[in-house]
């Protein structure tokens, strides 16, 4: 069975799901979309993915800041303002009657081409805009079970040629890294930046504790995780050391615990790193920025 950090628990209602494209709503076996779009020939797009608890789309503003500036970053238009694309994601949540534990993602491309071709004045329309929502629990085994990492050999990209920070369509590096960890028997991929530290993983972001202190990586080489940020935000409030630094595998294989962090399973602690024991389970920090994490969630769809 797979196990992982997006772990859902299993709901039949998402077999009949309507997907959101370009203003219209399909069922899901009928949701296609042209092999002349941009993202599909060329990775050519950028994507966001937040959750909807209680009716709110938690920290939407932070979702919406990143998924613009990831499109800024390409140089893609948007031909719409944010309040029209929150619009068009509560259309889909409505019509798909979801209220809450549903995972949603926004998939904008360049738009369809004329030929294969990576060059963006071949277009035959403005952005392609996919909405996604499933009704998706985050599995309690996965929080409590907790995943083991393997380092892969695949870096992280710098900066300077793929900004980590960036949602984009292409996701090749991550997959490598993350094949690399499944070959090995484990269930996510550890990556180092381009100088050796400690970075993120394939698809969630990295802690570690060593003496009641939160390491995580200083932010230039990893994800720009809203799960991330708030968990050092909850330190600051909660007046728990919480350090963004460099660090090597030498002090990951010695932290006392260590977890990842997404915006699908929250917090979820690491057993295993390359084969040395981390913890059985979630440890009393871990525990802790996991209940302060929940109320967190609460307040904000309250």
């Known amino acids: 069975m797979i196990h992982g950090t997006h772990n859902a628990e299993p709901d039949k209602r998402n077999n009949d799901v309507l997907i959101y494209i370009n203003g219209d709503l399909f069922k899901r076996a009928e ?22 608890y209680n009716g709110v789309l ?39 009657d979801m209220h809450t534990d549903v995972h949603v993602r926004i998939m904008l491309t360049r738009g369809t081409k004329t030929t294969p071709s990576q060059d963006p004045r071949l277009l035959l329309s403005g952005p392609n ?40 369509h292409s996701k090749i590096h991550e997959v490598q890294a993350l094949v690399q960890a499944l070959e090995a028997g484990c269930d996510e991929a550890l990556m180092l930046d381009v100088r050796g530290f400690v970075s993120t993983c394939n698809a969630t972001n990295f802690f570690l504790i ?5 390491w995580t990586s200083t932010g230039a080489y990893c994800m720009n995780g ?13 007046g728990i050391v919480c350090r963004q630094k ?12 260590a977890f990842v962090t997404g915006s699908f399973g929250g917090l979820t602690p690491v057993t295993k790193i390359d084969g040395r024991v981390i913890s059985s389970g979630a440890g009393p920090v871990t525990q802790q ?9 609460t307040n904000e769809a309250s």
């Open 289 to 297: 920025l996991q209940r302060h994490y929940k109320e967190l969630i």
């Open 31 to 52: 949701a296609k979309i042209s092999v002349f779009d941009s993202g599909y020939l060329v990775g050519d797009g950028v994507w966001e993915a937040m959750r909807l």
């Open 129 to 168: 805009l996919v909405i996604i929502a499933e009704h998706k629990k985050a599995s309690k085994e996965s929080s409590i079970k907790g995943v083991t990492l393997f380092t892969s050999t695949v870096r992280r990209g710098s900066p300077d040629y793929l900004d980590p920070r960036m949602n984009c």
């Open 246 to 257: 460099d660090f090597s595998l030498f002090d990951t294989y010695s932290a006392d615990e």
């Open 226 to 238: 809203i799960t991330r940020n708030n968990v050092i935000h909850i330190c600051e409030q909660e």
């Open 58 to 96: 938690a920290f939407s503003n932070q979702h919406l800041d990143r998924l613009w500036a990831g499109a800024a970053s390409i140089g893609m238009e948007m031909n719409f303002s944010r309040e029209e694309l929150l619009e068009k994601v509560h259309l889909t949540l409505d019509a798909n």
């Open 210 to 214: 060593r003496k009641d202190e939160v």
